[in-house]
């Protein structure tokens, strides 16, 4: 069997995967440890009855509703690539729309005025956001807390392979830091936000395989956020910004508890690429 041959046949095993021909190619490039340009390249190519053998069982893992991610131990975030684990929520495209506002949040400060020193991320997990910003942001010191130390690992991993690890410190921490003596000048967070009266519109796979207490988060899924959200303003540098990934329903809510924890902010929802209410930014009047 042809490479152009295996690809076909896992096309048709991914059908249920919202892009079966990226999947395909993924497993494939991950079996045989090259890239989708070698892959292209190499199409008429014979598969070896061991290359062969383990692209198939990485195929029957996704097909059997293992996340994608997972299996090849990679996510794409942005302009670069995490390690991911069952340890760490998948990233997801919302939260590279957060990502995006507080790297143009920050870009337009420096312009304004003096650039953003400190950074939080709270509830780093894979530290996507964390690095996000690090990279962006060179000349601010970036702190990322998670509960989980099995997290906090791997986003350290992450943070050494993408060069970041002199510019983030990673802190276990139920949310905040355990030292409150300096504010941030930026806050960002993608808290567990899903509700356990919410658990059957969850994927099956994300039941399964993400790590339930990077989800779940009360009945309604706020608990966290009610927490979160009361502390902000002692945390928070004057002209500092914070924005916090949300679920869909939870816009009005999280809206009303920033307003009251910031009565002379810009409060903003906003919409992600689906157009869905998924972000609450909060700004410094202007």
């Known amino acids: 069997m042809t490479l152009a041959e295996a690809l076909a046949a896992a096309r048709a095993a991914l059908r249920r995967e919202p892009q079966p021909d990226v999947a395909a190619r993924a497993l494939l490039s991950h079996a045989l440890a090259t890239t989708t340009a070698g892959l292209l390249a190499h199409r008429s190519d014979v598969l070896s009855v061991a290359d062969r053998r383990a692209f198939d069982a990485?195929?029957?893992?996704?097909?059997?509703?293992?996340?994608?991610?997972?299996?090849?131990?990679?996510?794409?975030?942005l302009d670069f690539s995490v390690r991911v684990t069952p340890a760490?929520?998948?990233?997801?495209?919302?939260?590279?729309?957060?990502?995006?506002?507080?790297?143009?949040?920050?870009?337009?400060?420096?312009?304004?005025?003096?650039?953003?020193?400190?950074?939080?991320?709270v509830g780093t997990g894979s530290g996507a956001l964390a690095i996000a910003l690090a990279r962006a942001c060179p000349e601010a010191a970036v702190t990322a807390t998670d509960i989980s130390d099995d997290a906090l690992s791997v986003a350290a991993d992450n943070a050494r392979s993408l060069a970041c690890t002199d510019r983030i410190a990673f802190l276990s921490a139920d949310l905040w830091p355990p030292d409150p003596r300096a504010p941030f000048d930026l806050v960002v967070a993608n808290l567990p936000y899903v509700g356990t009266d919410e658990h059957d519109d969850v994927g099956?796979?994300?039941?399964?395989?993400?790590?339930h207490g990077a989800l779940f988060s009360g009945r309604d899924g706020l608990d966290l956020l009610r927490r979160f959200v009361?502390?902000?303003?002692?945390?928070?540098?004057?002209?500092?910004a914070a924005a916090l990934e949300i679920g869909w329903r939870q816009g009005e809510t999280v809206v009303a508890l920033a307003r009251e924890a910031?009565?002379?902010?810009?409060?903003?929802?906003?919409?992600?690429?689906?157009?869905?209410?998924?972000?609450?930014?909060?700004?410094?009047?202007t």
Do not use: K, N
């Open 230 to 240: 009361p502390e902000l303003p002692s945390r928070l540098a004057p002209g500092g």
């Open 88 to 121: 760490v929520l998948i990233p997801r495209i919302e939260t590279e729309g957060l990502a995006e506002w507080a790297i143009r949040f920050a870009r337009l400060r420096a312009a304004a005025g003096p650039p953003i020193r400190r950074i939080l991320d």
């Open 262 to 285: 910031f009565p002379y902010a810009v409060v903003t929802l906003r919409h992600d690429v689906f157009d869905r209410p998924r972000l609450v930014t909060i700004e410094p009047p």
């Open 58 to 77: 990485l195929v029957r893992r996704v097909a059997d509703g293992e996340p994608l991610a997972y299996v090849v131990g990679h996510q794409p975030f």
């Open 204 to 211: 099956r796979s994300v039941l399964d395989h993400e790590p």
